[in-house]
């Protein structure tokens, strides 16, 4: 099964949207094994308070979720995300310097500092690319232009 963007069921003006779910799925175990919704439940997710009240949103990112496992080479990966800063050295050197890496609390000057860096890593790119990447990275030299990339 391919990867799907998550859909959030935003609760935080009621939870008429995840009422609606519940009314849709198969009340009994074995009617929802073979219910066709049951492929979709893996991507779907709330958006607002919990049942402790607390607030759960991830909307404004972009998530991609992958039911199984997600195979991929290693020249697919751009980025890695660590724990912590102090991992980062290790991680890329793991990685022969070909991947950098953020760290997951990382501030957004200390992510556009990291990402500047990704033309010094070892890709092999096509011209074209290359062109984007150094657009790229010109823009983010330039306060104004790099709020266009934000």
Known sequence: MAGNP??????????????SLRA???????ELNNSPLLKLLPFIDLCGPNSAGR???????????????LKFDPIDVVL??????????????????RIP?????ASLDEVIARIRNLASCRFDVDDNAQR?????????????AADDWR
């Open 24 to 30: 849709a799925l198969p009340k009994g175990k074995s």
């Open 6 to 19: 998550v859909w959030y069921l935003n609760t935080y003006g009621g939870q008429a949207l995840l009422d």
């Open 55 to 69: 607030r759960y949103d991830f909307s404004w990112e972009r998530e991609w979720r992958v039911v199984g496992d």
């Open 132 to 144: 984007v990447i150094d657009q790229y990275h010109a823009d983010l030299a330039d306060d104004a």
């Open 101 to 105: 890496f953020i760290w997951k609390d």
């Open 80 to 97: 890695g995300i660590c724990n912590d800063e102090d991992e980062v050295e290790e991680l890329e050197s793991r990685t022969g310097n």
